[in-house]
T-cell receptor, first 112, second 112 residues
Framework: DTAVSQTPKYLVTQMGNDKSIKCEQN?????MYWYKQDSKKFLKIMFS???????INETVPNRFSPKSPDKAHLNLHINSLELGDSAVYFC???????????FGQGTRLTVV | GQQLNQSPQSMFIQEGEDVSMNCTSS?????WLWYKQDPGEGPVLLIA?????ELTSNGRLTAQFGITRKDSFLNISASIPSDVGIYFC????????????FGTGTRLTIIP
């Protein structure tokens, strides 16, 4: 019973392609996030959604577009992939007001 | 923006030794969280701290919320091989957009 699950776990693609990463949580949380972890392991928030509404949008290129069809899902679509997009992307969720975020296993994106 | 600096950046210890690491910020936080990340996995929450001065334990782990609200400490007693990983502190302010700011990480290695 995976609490926060992401697919795919690995994604290798060529520059210029468009790709999506899916995330689902079965914890009943109403807030979901996307984080990016770079090669130095630094974790930085990208987006936050609460009940399908965008709450936080950090300085992320417009090529990144999150979509939340319902509060249990938050997908990340990336257009025109660039080499610098290579990183591990983590989905997370929390209950609003509790703040403790639970993370998925991550999606390692490699752009070649 | 807010930055969280963790020290040490890496630690090499022998099994059975105690470990201490800390996290300092230039800004005040209202909540401190400590996470552990194993290779190929997402961060897992270890301890959450909500009040200045609070001392909380979770098994062999003990964390403290600094009185100034600008720092936090994590101690691991009697380390075992499965303690290997990267430890992250994360801070949260409760004003405006609520988002976790992660520290730079402390990589713990246990020497056989």
């Amino acid at each position: 019973d995976t609490a926060v699950s992401q697919t795919p776990k690995y994604l290798v693609t060529q520059m210029g392609n468009d790709k999506s990463i899916k995330c689902e949580q079965n914890l009943g949380h109403d807030t979901m996030y996307w984080y990016k972890q770079d090669s130095k392991k630094f974790l930085k928030i990208m987006f936050s959604y609460n009940n399908k509404e965008l709450i936080i949008n950090e300085t992320v290129p417009n090529r990144f577009s999150p979509k939340s069809p319902d509060k249990a899902h938050l997908n990340l679509h990336i257009n025109s992939l660039e080499l610098g997009d290579s990183a591990v992307y983590f989905c997370a969720s929390s209950q609003r007001g509790k703040f403790e975020a639970f993370f998925g296993q991550g999606t390692r994106l490699t752009v070649v | 923006g807010q930055q969280l600096n963790q020290s040490p950046q890496s630690m090499f210890i022998q099994e059975g030794e105690d470990v201490s690491m800390n996290c300092t910020s230039s800004s005040i936080f209202n909540t401190w969280l400590w996470y552990k990340q194993d290779p190929g996995e997402g961060p897992v929450l270890l301890i959450a701290l909500y009040k200045a001065g609070e001392l909380t334990s979770n098994g062999r782990l003990t964390a403290q919320f600094g009185i100034t609200r600008k720092d936090s400490f994590l101690n691991i007693s009697a380390s075992i091989p499965s303690d290997v990983g990267i430890y992250f502190c994360a801070g949260l302010t409760h004003f405006g957009n609520e988002k976790l700011t992660f520290g730079t990480g402390t990589r713990l290695t246990i020497i056989p």
